[in-house]
């Protein structure tokens, strides 16, 4: 399987700026960011390809920039202009080149991020 630990989250008044670190056991084909806030369903934040390709939600682009380490294996996500909407549980994600264990993806424990003032 693919073990991440994710890192970074906390509180930031709005405006402020977080990044956050997702670290993978191993070399994932894609990895990138969900979300789930409070009530609501689990969201994309954004992605990104081993190659660097990144894809974002409408409402985080222009503010947050994802990408990985020249190993492949650690994805972040620096979020900046921060608002409270932004508030909510961040997963790190990951999919394998080929499924494992039957599995062809695997998602970290979660982090908080709360924007309020």
């Known amino acids: 399987q693919i073990r991440l630990l994710e890192s970074g989250g906390g509180l930031v008044q709005p405006g402020g700026s977080l990044r956050l670190v997702c670290e993978a056991s191993q070399i994932p084909l894609n990895m990138g960011w969900y979300r789930q806030a409070p009530g609501k369903q689990r969201e994309l934040v954004a992605t990104?390809?081993?190659?660097?390709?990144?894809d974002y939600a409408d409402s985080v682009k222009g503010r947050f920039a994802i990408s990985r380490s020249v190993a492949k294996t650690t994805v972040y996500l620096q979020m900046n202009t921060l608002k409270p909407e932004d508030t909510a549980v961040y997963y790190c994600?990951?999919?394998?080149?080929?499924?494992?264990?039957?599995?062809?993806?695997?998602w970290g424990q979660g982090t908080q991020v709360a924007v309020s003032s």
């Open positions: 994600y990951a999919q394998p080149y080929l499924p494992i264990g039957g599995r062809s993806e695997f």
């Open positions: 990104v390809t081993v190659g660097g390709t990144t």
